[in-house]
């Protein structure tokens, strides 16, 4: 399995603003995902982030919008920006790891927006 | 498109009742079929099938995949409160991405 560590795991932020997730994994990945789950919907991947490129962003996301990171093999963050009452879920970092290349997922970053 | 149907959304059952949850599927290149149990925030992991393993079981939950019907169960015997979860089947096509399900909502009742 993979110990993934999420911080924050939960706020409540104002319209407008900006807000960086955190992901942070017990050992080096070669990929690591961002998702978000929004309330009652399922997961839906956001992007991929690979260690020194660009992140790839599934359609319906922009990286204006959600501007990732990736400085190493074992950190990335995502940021929300301009933040809108839709854009209130959970996002969840991931890793693929393995026999298999199972995907496991981080604690979550629960995001409020009023 | 690839798509992911998960079903029934919801149910209901007894402590010690056995629950089947269904998973059917159409995606482009299968590589393998997720189960994974939801509580709170993160999704945990219970079983990855492919074609060259499609059966698994641990303990009390077991999931088999029919790739003639494009289809996964995952049954859960006698069952208790702590099953009370959302089950999420994902389907892997391609080389990453994930295609989840909308989930089933399981409740146990004492």
């Known amino acids: 399995s993979a110990v993934i560590s999420q911080k924050p795991s939960r706020d409540i932020c104002q319209r407008g603003t900006s807000l960086t997730i955190q992901c942070q994994v017990d050992s080096q990945v070669t990929m690591m995902f961002w998702y978000r789950q929004q309330p009652g919907q399922s997961l839906t991947l956001i992007a991929t982030a690979n260690q020194g490129s660009e992140a790839t962003y599934e359609s319906g996301f922009v990286i204006d919008k959600f501007p990732i990171s990736r400085p190493n093999l074992t950190f990335s963050t995502l940021t929300v920006s301009n933040m809108s009452p839709e854009d209130s879920s959970i996002y969840l970092c991931s890793v693929e790891r393995g026999t298999g290349n199972t995907i496991y997922f981080g604690e979550g970053s629960w995001l409020t927006v009023v | 498109e690839d798509k992911v149907v998960q079903s029934p959304l919801s149910l209901v059952v007894h402590e010690g009742d056995t629950v089947t949850l269904n998973c059917s599927y159409e995606?482009?290149?299968?590589?393998?079929l997720l189960w994974y149990k939801q509580e709170k925030k993160a999704p945990t992991f219970l079983f990855m099938l492919t074609s060259s393993g499609i059966e698994k079981k641990s303990g009390r939950l077991s999931s088999i995949l029919d790739k003639k019907e494009l289809s996964s169960i995952l049954n859960i015997t006698a069952t208790q409160t702590g099953d009370s979860a959302i089950y999420l089947c994902a389907v892997r096509a391609g080389s990453y991405q994930l295609t989840f399900g909308k989930g089933t909502k399981l409740s146990v009742i004492p």
């Open positions: 995606v482009t290149n299968f590589r393998s």
